[in-house]
Every structure is written in structure tokens, then in C-alpha cells.
């Protein structure tokens, strides 16, 4: 926070609280009481009392440069319709409490500019990309200006201007003079993609080297390692849970079938994590383990465009989060399909008993997806 944009709520607060402590309000012992005359003696300041009345009325230099930083400050929130110490005119300045008062102050004066930033965002066009930028984004994208850098874990000048510019939807500033360039890309139609302004294409590429993998992974093992570090007991990538139902290639992703296999992340034992009241959940029993699963979320992809991402905070990474049960409940019936014979569709539609495969799986209950968006969004487990 500005300093200078505190400083009239500070000053504020900080005079109204000395004046109630100067005269001895609500029967405290007055620390000044030759000065209680000034504000109309200590009875001012029970309830239904002038309070500053007599204060500002007598004029000087502390009473007319409060006045005018209390005024100043209703003057901006006073069509934000956000409720708070403000609302009461200078005079009544702490009626009702000064405990916490800037505070109070503080938090009436940034919901209104919340508030504002909020319409005027939505204000814009739908594909603008601040627009964007700013309706996908959650309380963890601001880390990359938070968070303290060490020696392992810092970013480079380039990479700092990169990650603020993504934050904020600016276009790329390496990218700068490559607009339009060819980017060969693995699984792209044609002859692969062109580079824009945003490195959406880019970033949504498949390049020689792994490197959505390799993202992928350093993301797991750096959640799970702080989680089993802090006593969660688990475990990283649980290969023998389906050892009793699938052969050695399906466990090796050998089987030819698509997804990126039915081994989780990871797996946690005996914690509860708390569902939404209206999210749909499998049953689990209370201790039981929970399996989870990590996914990358890149710029550029349907969940970002469609009409839901555009309008509701977050909504991109919240949709792929919920895909995840989704995603394995359909290789869970695709392996039973090839390898016990039971049909998938059948088992989809309700006609067919669920095979070996997805009954296992169902009896740990929904499978957690941990998402992290393009802009250090993170949504899942819970």
C-alpha cells in the first residue's frame, strides 16, 4: 500500500483515538483532562454525545486538517455504496468505536476502489486482453510482486517483465518484432502456428525438449515435497494402486490408449478436504486416501476464451479442476474396456456394472485436481 494514500486514514484514526484518550472517554482516565475543555469535556463522547462538535467549531490548524482528510476520504467512497466509518460526517468521526478504526477505514476505502476497478474492467470489451487478464486472475497471481526471492528461487530481469506483463494482459515484451513468426508446433494442423503479440500460440505449442512436462513435474514434486514436509502423509506418483487390475504396459502407458495414463500425482492420506456444498462428490469414508492430480492450464486454450472464463473470476482453471474426476473416470472405462471386456459406453449410460478398473478407482472416492493457470491461478482440492 501507498504511504501517502494511507496517510489520511492514519492521521485520522491516530486523532480521533488520542482525543478520546486526551478527555477520558467512556469513563477512562484522562490523560490530559485540562484539555477537555476543547472538545466539550469527556461527556461528549458518550453515546448520543457532540463528539467533535465542539472541536472543529473552535477552529486551528488540527482541527480544519482533519476535517478536510475525513472529507477528502468520504468524497471517495461516497457513490461506491460500501458501508463503513466514512459513512458518518466529520464530526461523528468513531462513533460507535475507534477500536481498529483506520482499519476500518482502510478496508472502505479499497473495497470502493475494488469496486470500481471491477466496473470499470468489465466495461471493456469481452477479448480485451486486460479484460482478460484481470477476470482470470485470483489472489495468488499477485505472488510474483509479494513473494521474497532466494537464491534458488528468483527470476531474472527478463523474466520478471514477462511475468508482470502476462499479470496484467500487456503484450510480450520478448516477443517484440517476432509478431507473425512461424512456431513449429508437434500437435498443431498444418504448418504449426504463428506467433502473436501475447504468446498465447506459444505458450500453447508442443516444442522439442518436454517442456510442458517438465513444467508439469517441477509443479508436483514442489506442492508435494511441501506437503509431505509439513506432515501430510502421502506419497508422489502411487504406481501400485492399479497394480491388482492392470498389466505391467497399461501401467507404463505402453496400452496405446490416450490421456496421459491413470497413475496420479500423488496421494494423501487421511485428509479431509472440505467440498463446496454444491459440488457433486463421490462418497469416500472420513481418513480415507485422496488421490490427486496436477494440471497446467496455458493461455491460449479453449477454457480461456469461452464465455464463462470471460465473465466469472477464475473460471477457467475452476472448469479444468472439475474436469479432472471427469478425465479419469473416462481412461478408468477405457482400460476396462481393452482390458477386461467391459464395455465403456455401457458402463457410461448405467447398463453395465462398472469393470475391475473403475470400481477401484471409485473407491477412493473424487479424484482432486490441483490446476495452475497461466497467471500463478490455483485452483482445486478443495
Known amino acids: 500500500r501507498s504511504r501517502v494514500h494511507l496517510s489520511p486514514a492514519a492521521y485520522s484514526a491516530c486523532c480521533v483515538e488520542s482525543v478520546e484518550a486526551m478527555v477520558g472517554a467512556h469513563g477512562t482516565v484522562a490523560f490530559f483532562s485540562m484539555l477537555a475543555p476543547l472538545f466539550g469535556g469527556a461527556a461528549s463522547f458518550d453515546d448520543g454525545g457532540l463528539r467533535l462538535t465542539a472541536f472543529l467549531a473552535a477552529g486551528g490548524a488540527t482541527a480544519v486538517g482533519f476535517e478536510a482528510a475525513w472529507q477528502g476520504m468520504r468524497e471517495e467512497v461516497a457513490a461506491g455504496g460500501v458501508t463503513g466509518p466514512l459513512g458518518m460526517i466529520a464530526r461523528d468521526a468513531g462513533r460507535g468505536g475507534v477500536r481498529r478504526l483506520q482499519h476500518m477505514i482502510t478496508v472502505q476505502r479499497e473495497e470502493t476502489e475494488r469496486r470500481r476497478l471491477h466496473h470499470d474492467m468489465l466495461a471493456l470489451p469481452v477479448e480485451d486482453r486486460a479484460r482478460v487478464a484481470y477476470i482470470s486472475a485470483d489472489r495468488?497471481?499477485?505472488?510474483?510482486?509479494?513473494?521474497?526471492?532466494?537464491p534458488h528461487r528468483r527470476a531474472s530481469d527478463a523474466e520478471f517483465r514477462e511475468m508482470l506483463c502476462t499479470y496484467l494482459?500487456?503484450?510480450?515484451?520478448?516477443?517484440?518484432?517476432?509478431?507473425?513468426a512461424h512456431i513449429p508446433c508437434g500437435q498443431s494442423a498444418g504448418a504449426g502456428r504463428v506467433c502473436d503479440a501475447y504468446g498465447h500460440h506459444l505458450d500453447c505449442a508442443t516444442l522439442p525438449g518436454g517442456t510442458?512436462?517438465?513444467?508439469?513435474?517441477?509443479?508436483?514434486?514442489?506442492v508435494m515435497a511441501r506437503a509431505l514436509g509439513a506432515g501430510i502423509p502421502g506419497r508422489r506418483e502411487p504406481r501400485d494402486i492399479f497394480t491388482a487390475v492392470l498389466p505391467v504396459e497399461a501401467l507404463q502407458q505402453r496400452d496405446g490408449l490416450s490421456g496421459s495414463g491413470i497413475i496420479p500425482d500423488g496421494v494423501f492420506r487421511g485428509v479431509d478436504f472440505a467440498s463446496r456444498p454444491h459440488a457433486q462428490r463421490a462418497p469416500r469414508p472420513a481418513g480415507a486416501d485422496v488421490l490427486v492430480d496436477f494440471k497446467m492450464l496455458h493461455l491460449g486454450v479453449a477454457r480461456y476464451t469461452s464465455v464463462v472464463a470471460q465473465t466469472q473470476r477464475a473460471a477457467a482453471v475452476a472448469s479444468r479442476a472439475r474436469a479432472v474426476h471427469t478425465d479419469y473416470q473416462?481412461?478408468?472405462?477405457?482400460?476396462?474396456e481393452r482390458h477386461h471386456h467391459v464395455g465403456a459406453r455401457a458402463v457410461a449410460a448405467g447398463h453395465l456394472a462398472p469393470g475391475p478398473v473403475l470400481a477401484l478407482m471409485q473407491s477412493y472416492g473424487t479424484i482432486r485436481g490441483l490446476v495452475f493457470g497461466a497467471r500463478c491461478v490455483c485452483r482445486g482440492l478443495a
Open 330 to 336: 473416462l481412461m478408468a472405462r477405457q482400460r476396462d
Open 140 to 150: 495468488f497471481s499477485t505472488q510474483l510482486i509479494t513473494c521474497v526471492p532466494t
Open 212 to 222: 510442458w512436462e517438465d513444467q508439469h513435474d517441477d509443479v508436483a514434486e514442489t
Open 169 to 180: 494482459g500487456f503484450p510480450s515484451p520478448c516477443l517484440r518484432g517476432l509478431v507473425g
